[in-house]
């Protein structure tokens, strides 16, 4: 297959643009890219997907997200959500206790296809079901693989429904992770998910180390995302959250950070020491009112910043626009924010999905990730290879996205989902999502 006749972006720095180009996939790979017209020349008998004029460009990646928050939209709340605690206890809580294993699958459909039809191609999920957490990953893998995205699953372990449940959640966690993890495929992956310091006793730390002993993976967890994160660390254990993950062996460069909004300067040294990456949801952080992280700062130290959404959005556009924002009030400084979202997202994603996934992904290079998307956007301006990225993070947006491939094969032809029935999918969550809301 080869798909040209557009503005071809590789985010490769060897052969970042061009203007007339194209992409020959071969398999899952790309095979190569070039001159459109050289392209189809050398090989006549390829099938030939027309650009139009499109911008050519690696999927989007999404460096954290929810599954299971995909009802919330819409949802009313009847318990008080002032703070951050209240937030998840009467909100996110109330929501991912209701939820069935159909309700699993369902959800991780709606999360396809928003992120499908935003150009996004990989993303990093941590689910929680506490209530139908056995077989939850495989459910949400089974979906993945119907609809064609490439994901990477874990599951939210915490204390907060009980010993029976949490050891359930162990055991998912460790299940699909030695099912997954092999070097057979690299379409899905699995992570032991682990909710946060507050929820997660000592004891539970101990169950899950000793579940992890010779099982191939990492942990994704989310750290200090609220001050009452740190409050209860030094309360409870006399040390910050960074410092307590640290002492069980948690970080480390197969570790997801998620967050670390509330983190002090020893902290962040603890993450750069021991090459654990970090993922900021700007928009989640700013609608929970929880504080800025200091990305500057993490950056600047060498620290592998990645981008994620939190579920807030499924449009990595429109996070990357609101990381710009964000750093650029956070430090009352305009020069600051610009090139942190675009190392994020185009530099410091793709480091974190190839290091996962164990091969390129976020590149079109030869070898790479047949991840490709094209985008419905014409630059009226000087557009080339030294300014891209600009014209990207303040001119695209997600719902631009005309096709998708992944892991060569087309998944969206003109915006068009080819792969499932989404008008089926709507109609029995619109079903469900009714009945998970009464009492929420």
């Not at 989404?422 to 469900?432: G, K, L, P, Q, S």
Request: hydrophobic share 40%; net charge negative.
């Amino acid at each position: 297959m080869i798909i040209g006749n557009g503005y071809l972006l590789t985010n490769d720095a060897e052969h970042p643009y061009i203007k007339d180009g194209a992409v020959r996939i071969k398999g899952d790979s790309v095979d190569q890219i070039g001159e459109t017209a050289d392209l189809r020349k050398k090989y006549p008998e390829d099938e030939f997907i027309d650009a139009e004029g499109r911008v050519i460009m690696p999927g989007m990646i999404n460096a954290h997200t929810h599954i299971y928050s995909a009802y919330a939209r819409g949802m009313s709340v009847s318990g008080p959500t002032t703070n951050f605690p209240e937030i998840l206890e009467n909100m996110w809580w109330a929501l991912d206790r209701r939820l069935t294993m159909e309700d699993n699958t369902l959800s991780a459909y709606l999360t396809y296809i928003e992120s499908i039809r935003n150009g996004v191609t990989t993303l990093f999920d941590h689910h929680a079901s506490p209530h139908a957490a056995k077989g939850s990953l495989f459910a949400l893998a089974e979906a993945a693989k119907n609809i064609g995205i490439r994901a990477s699953f874990s599951l939210e372990t915490s204390d907060r429904d009980g010993e029976a449940i949490t050891d359930e959640e162990i055991e998912e966690n460790v299940d699909f992770m030695k099912a997954v993890n092999t070097d057979d495929q690299d379409m899905i992956k699995g992570m032991f998910g682990m909710h946060a310091s507050f929820t997660i006793s000592d004891k539970t730390m101990e169950k899950i180390k000793k579940a992890m002993e010779g099982v191939n993976g990492g942990y994704h967890v989310h750290v200090a995302e609220g001050r009452e994160d740190q409050y209860d660390s030094l309360k409870k254990y006399d040390c910050p959250v960074v410092d307590r993950l640290w002492g069980w062996g948690i970080l480390g460069p197969d570790t997801l950070a998620i967050h670390a909004v509330n983190v002090n300067n020893r902290e962040l040294d603890i993450l750069k020491d021991t090459e654990t990456k970090v993922v900021h949801n700007p928009m989640s952080n700013m609608g929970n009112a929880i504080g800025a992280p200091r990305v500057v700062g993490m950056l600047k130290r060498g620290i592998p910043v990645g981008l994620g959404t939190d579920a807030y959005t499924h449009d990595m556009f429109e996070s990357m626009k609101v990381a710009k924002i964000l750093q650029s009030h956070r430090l009352s400084d305009p020069t600051h924010g610009f090139g942190e979202a675009l190392t994020m997202q185009f530099d410091y994603n793709p480091v974190i999905a190839s290091y996962f996934f164990k091969r390129p992904i976020g590149m079109l290079k030869p070898g790479a990730a047949a991840d490709l998307i094209t985008l419905d956007y014409v630059p009226y301006t000087p557009f080339g290879a030294n300014n891209w990225k600009g014209h990207l993070l303040f001119g695209a947006f997600g719902r631009m996205t005309n096709d998708v491939i992944i892991n060569g094969k087309t998944v969206m032809r003109n915006r068009e989902i080819l792969t499932i029935d989404e008008e089926a999918v709507y109609a029995r969550t619109r079903e469900r999502a009714a009945i998970v809301w009464d009492g929420i």
